[in-house]
Nanobody, 119 residues
Framework: QVQLVESGGGLVQAGGSLRLSCEGSGSIFSINVMGWYRQAPGKQRELVARISSGGSTTYADSVKGRFTISRENAKKVYLQMNSLEPEDTAVYYC??????????????WGQGTQVTVSS
């Protein structure tokens, strides 16, 4: 069994900051790419940011310069969100491409954490 556990969502005023965290546990051999996606009501899920095991990062244009993704270790990732805007309101999902201890590559999702930015 593999789990991705997220924390850090909440309600914040525009211009404020939040930090999301996600940690993998269970039958994990290695984690290749970890990232964050978000889904706002009535919209498709979209990539926010991702980071490879080597530290390479990718950001959505809408968050460049405001959000920073980082990895504390092989199984834990953070998303620092600054200068938040009402348009950032969404459910944020952690995502990871994991090689399990059975040597199978599987794409896992966290349960999601709500981020609400008030104007």
């Amino acid at each position: 069994q593999v789990q991705l556990v997220e924390s850090g969502g909440g309600l914040v005023q525009a211009g404020g900051s939040l930090r999301l965290s996600c940690e993998g546990s269970g039958s994990i051999f290695s984690i290749n790419v970890m990232g964050w996606y978000r889904q706002a009501p009535g919209k498709q899920r979209e990539l926010v940011a991702r980071i490879s095991s080597g530290g390479s990062t990718t950001y959505a244009d809408s968050v460049k310069g405001r959000f920073t993704i980082s990895r504390e270790n092989a199984k834990k990732v953070y998303l620092q969100m600054n200068s938040l805007e009402p348009e950032d309101t969404a459910v944020y999902y952690c995502n990871a491409l994991i090689t399990t201890t059975y040597m199978v590559d599987v794409n896992y999702w966290g349960q999601g954490t709500q981020v609400t930015v008030s104007s």
